[in-house]
């Protein structure tokens, strides 16, 4: 790790903390905040969404997405897209202006251009870093059991302050706003080296993002088969509302009991309705920031 990189993660998670921020204390809703984090992430080639997003097998970028809505339960998301800017915008016009909740594909795409949404061509999302990584991937591919980047080899040129095969790099958003509503958003490339068409916990509602006014919002990031089978992020809610437990009792439980125990790793970021926070991870590191109106914003990346 070079303190330089770190530095950068650290400006940049509070950069975007902070654009979040902004909207909440004008009034915003959690929706536009978390909108707005995500789309910064996606645009900031450190993260692993948007422009920088990992590479498939095939050398191609998938890119997925989700958001919901606290207050109504409405919900929108894309998967599998490789030719739209910014996939948060895209899941977020699914939401409002469909009958649908989630697109895959050729037809998301369809969707998004009839949306106006930005179109780029594949080679927008492409960094060297990324490039590497894959090159990484395909070498150590024999002793992959599967397409879990976690399980690559240990190397760190770029000198990231978590090492890059090591991190999933999904990135997400979840905020309450002044009327109470809750907001969550997920957008990631899914994992280094994955296989054309596979689609992860990111844009999948209960896994990868859940909001719900009467319990919290949950973004995840990690292993998404996992946060899949665990229905991670509506567990958290379920333990919640059905079990009453407290926010910090249900992600941990969900995040260093349920997860660990089917070989799941990773974290999440979660927000209740009280306005508690919760940002458990098993792995090694979660990059991670929490921006509270009149408060000075906080950003970590280890434990
Ligand atoms: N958690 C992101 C993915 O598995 O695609």
């Known amino acids: 790790m070079t303190p330089e990189k770190e530095l950068e993660y650290r400006n940049a998670l509070t950069m975007i903390v902070t ?41 191609t970028n998938e890119l997925d997405a989700s958001i919901m809505d606290g207050a109504t339960l409405n919900a929108g998301a894309i998967a599998g897209v490789s030719h739209i800017r910014n996939p948060i915008l895209a899941a977020r016009a699914v939401m409002e202006h469909s009958n649908h909740v989630m697109f895959i594909g050729e037809g998301a795409e369809t969707f998004a251009r009839s949306q106006n949404i930005e179109m780029v061509e594949p080679d927008f999302y492409y960094t060297d870093a990324r490039y590497e990584q894959l090159q990484r991937a395909l070498l150590d591919q024999g002793v992959m059991l599967d397409h879990d980047a976690a399980s690559l080899a240990v190397r760190n040129p770029q000198g990231d302050p978590i090492d890059p095969d090591k991190k999933f790099g999904t990135v997400g958003a979840v905020a309450i706003d002044n009327d109470g509503n809750l907001a969550a958003a997920t957008s990631t490339g899914g994992m280094t080296n994955k296989q054309a068409g596979r689609v992860g916990d990111s844009p999948i509602i209960g896994a990868g993002c859940y909001a719900n006014n009467r319990t919290v919002a949950v973004s995840a990031t990690g292993t998404g088969e996992m946060f899949m089978r665990a229905v991670a992020a509506y567990d958290v809610s379920a333990l919640m509302e059905y079990a009453g437990l407290s926010l910090e009792e249900a992600a941990n439980r969900v995040v260093m009991e349920k997860l660990p125990a089917i070989d799941g790793r990773g974290g999440l970021i979660a927000v209740d309705s009280q306005g508690n926070v919760a940002l458990p991870f098993n792995s090694e590191g979660m990059y991670r920031g929490v921006g509270r109106v009149g408060q000075p914003v906080e950003v970590d990346i280890y434990r």
């Open 19 to 59: 654009a979040g921020q902004v909207i909440l204390t004008h009034g915003g809703s959690a929706l536009d905040a978390v909108t707005e984090a995500v789309r910064l992430l996606e645009e900031n080639p450190l993260f692993n969404a948007g422009k920088g997003a990992v590479f498939t097998h095939n050398g």
